[in-house]
């Protein structure tokens, strides 16, 4: 019989994903960058993925639910505390965007409005993109910055996960931790930024599910002449 070695009785004990084994066969544990900068490149591949989060400061809270193929179509949710929301459903060059009530009475300064808002506008695509309208992107960059440093064993949900613990020059104050599947694909499970006075939760699902993303209707479609908002 051959003989069994440390290296194997770990990965068998802790996982090939929490050891690094597997890479080669050579034993070496991943670096906390490579296992990052695998979770990235896993996510990069997916054909649809769903982006929940979540964003507290001391000025309130605001959370967007984000449905996407990573490309061109989408749809989004955007809710401020107090009720306010905003909904887009972006398909190619288009955006279909359905502002509620409270959404209208607060931030176009329209105390008019009584009634709840049930018609989408339609308007082209602002190619700028520069998110001042609190339209989202179906684009998420998934990409490795700063410098990591492994953490320790987690779960997400069901799913075990290892910690990979990120901070970057460009943000002295923070502090990043990604979560990343340690069984089946290495999927970014979730990631969370922690500053003195901010923290964002962003929480990953739904990884290659299939997308049912439709245009409104016709008759609850206003066009808007020139894309004008």
Same mark, same amino acid.
């Given at each position: ?35 990052? %900068? ?67 009475? $607060?931030? $176009? &300064?329209? *105390?008019?409005?009584?009634? +709840? ?6 308007? *082209? ?7 001042? %309208? ?28 290892? +910690? ?20 089946? $694909? *290495? ?20 990884? %290659?599910?299939?997308? %049912?993303?439709?245009?409104? &209707? ?12």
């Amino acid at each position: 019989m051959g003989t069994v070695t440390t290296t194997a009785v770990t990965c068998l004990l802790v996982g090939a994903a929490l050891a690094g084994c597997g890479a080669g066969g050579n034993g070496e544990e991943k670096s906390a960058g490579d296992i990052l %900068d695998e979770a990235n490149a896993t996510m990069r591949k997916l054909r649809s993925v769903t982006v929940e989060i979540s964003n507290r400061t001391p000025d309130g809270s605001v959370t967007n639910r984000l449905v996407t193929d990573l490309d061109s179509r989408c749809r989004s949710k955007t809710t401020w505390a107090g009720g306010s929301a905003l909904e887009q459903i972006r398909l190619g060059g288009t955006d279909y965007v359905r502002p509620n009530r409270a959404y209208l009475q $607060k931030w $176009k &300064k329209d *105390p008019g409005v009584a009634g +709840e808002q049930k018609l989408w506008v339609k308007t *082209p695509v602002d190619p700028a993109g520069t998110g001042g %309208d609190d339209l989202a992107s179906c684009e998420r960059p998934f990409d490795s910055f700063g410098t990591a440093k492994k953490g320790g064993a987690s779960r997400v949900g069901d799913t075990e996960a290892l +910690e990979v613990i990120v901070t970057d020059k460009a943000d002295k104050e923070g502090t990043y931790t990604f979560y990343v599947a340690a069984e089946g $694909k *290495p999927y970014l499970l979730k990631t969370v930024y922690k500053s003195a006075a901010q923290q964002t939760t962003t929480s990953f699902s739904g990884f %290659d599910a299939p997308l %049912d993303i439709q245009a409104p &209707k016709p008759a609850e479609v206003l066009s808007v002449p020139g894309g004008s908002r």
